[in-house]
């Protein structure tokens, strides 16, 4: 984990699912950029959200 890391909360759409994934991010577009990387660039990103734990 990064300095100034915080967890997001992602609900993504990927072959008409929905999905909720935490990711490890510095801001919510670094987060977004994260998922698209892992999941690939057609991954429909629904909302991201700062986990308040």
Do not use: Y
């Amino acid at each position: 984990m990064r300095c100034g890391a915080k967890c997001f909360i992602v609900h993504i759409e990927v072959n008409g699912k929905t999905e909720v994934k935490s990711v490890n991010a510095r801001t919510p577009a670094e987060a977004r950029k994260n998922i698209r990387k892992e999941l690939g660039e057609e991954t429909q990103i629904l909302a991201v959200k700062e986990d308040k734990k």
